[in-house]
């Protein structure tokens, strides 16, 4: 799997849960990273890189 495959799958999953209560999922594929919003306001970064292993 490549790291592109595991960002979109990642997208995906959080774009379909209703259980976080995301307002808004925000792609930065040139950085590797995803921001996501939630009700209440709080915003979160996830990073992703491929480990070596």
Known sequence: MD????K????DIL???DEL???DICAD???DRLTV?????SV???ECRQANG
């Open 3 to 6: 790291l592109n495959y595991f």
């Open 8 to 11: 979109d799958k990642l997208f």
């Open 15 to 17: 774009n379909e849960t």
């Open 21 to 23: 209560d995301i307002t």
């Open 29 to 31: 594929d040139l950085n």
């Open 37 to 41: 919003s939630v009700a209440g306001g």
């Open 44 to 46: 979160f970064q996830i």
